[in-house]
């Protein structure tokens, strides 16, 4: 199984920045899909980055021009940096992989989550 662990989360004001990790670990045969969601209470998790097939990006419209994602391949770990934060980018923030432990078995996991907060 593929385990992942995040860190970086916290509180900061308006206009500061922060930065995700997410490690992923485990049987990693390859990663498809690495990437950033969040959640705010009373609504669905949506899409914040994530990177496909090792190069492709895609970033909800949201934070394009603030947020860069950036992966390290040859630690498995996925970075989000977040800049100009607003309060509005405040939820919990997940990281999901979609991965293979094997040539035949095909996983989507997700990390525990780690809140981010942005004060005005």
């Known amino acids: 199984q593929v385990q992942l662990v995040e860190s970086g989360g916290g509180l900061v004001q308006a206009g500061g920045s922060l930065r995700l990790s997410c490690a992923a670990s485990g049987s990693i045969f390859s990663i498809n899909t690495i990437g950033w969601y969040r959640q705010t209470p009373g609504k669905q998790r949506e899409l914040v980055a994530v990177i496909s097939s090792g190069v492709s990006t895609n970033y909800a419209d949201s934070v394009k021009g603030r947020f860069t994602i950036s992966r390290d391949s040859a630690k498995n770990t996925v970075y989000l940096q977040m800049n100009s934060l607003k309060p509005e980018d405040t939820a919990v923030y997940y990281c999901?992989?979609?991965?293979?432990?094997?040539?035949?078995?095909?996983?989507?996991?997700w990390g525990q989550g780690t809140q981010v907060t942005v004060s005005s």
């Open positions: 999901n992989v979609g991965a293979y432990s094997s040539p035949k078995h095909y996983e989507s996991r």
